[in-house]
């Protein structure tokens, strides 16, 4: 009686793809960390300033709106790099799950498996934990690449409903929020993706 061959597990490649973009991640709550201190060091320079005697109160202004303007596009560089690692994560992972789909059916599985793994595309929807937060993500990428306004897109959502037309202001509060959000969807995906396309 011949044996029958060993199978043996795959490794699953998304893990280590993840862990790529959660060094990504990571790059950008250091960009955020270091624009957060350095407008702190500039505000107690201001106030050192400041005591010492500004020259005048339109000098103090002046200052304070350049800070606050960095604040706001700091903020907004966080959201886009942030959507930037969920995007580029997506669109990789779902083109290596669809290669394992092909490597994995020409290995003589099951019609059934095949069929299984020719729906590798996941809709968003398949992906319920953070799935809106993630959709506000790119809501908002878009929004402040296009207008720097809350358009009709992110208006539907509900944090932003009767909002339409306002200006985005500063958003560090929400990639704070947006940020926790993307790394479990993120997570999710990568474990849905391993469950499907390791053998």
Known sequence: MKPSPVRTKSRSPFPFFLLLTKYELDGIDRFVELARETRKERLERLAAETRRGAPDDDWLADNLAQLDDFAVLSAEFAIIGLWRCVELYRTSAIRI?????????????????????????IPRQRIPRCARSVNELR????????????????????RWRGKRGRELGNLESHYARLRS???????????????????
């Open 97 to 121: 799950a669809r290669t394992e789909a092909i490597r994995i059916a020409s290995g003589g599985r099951a019609a059934a498996r095949v069929k299984e793994l020719s729906k590798l595309g």
């Open 139 to 158: 809501c908002l990428n878009d929004a402040i690449k296009h207008a720097r306004r809350v358009d009709g897109e992110l208006a539907k959502l509900p």
């Open 181 to 199: 959000a993307a790394e479990r969807y993120l997570n999710d995906l990568a474990d849905r993706l391993s469950r499907r396309t390791t053998i």
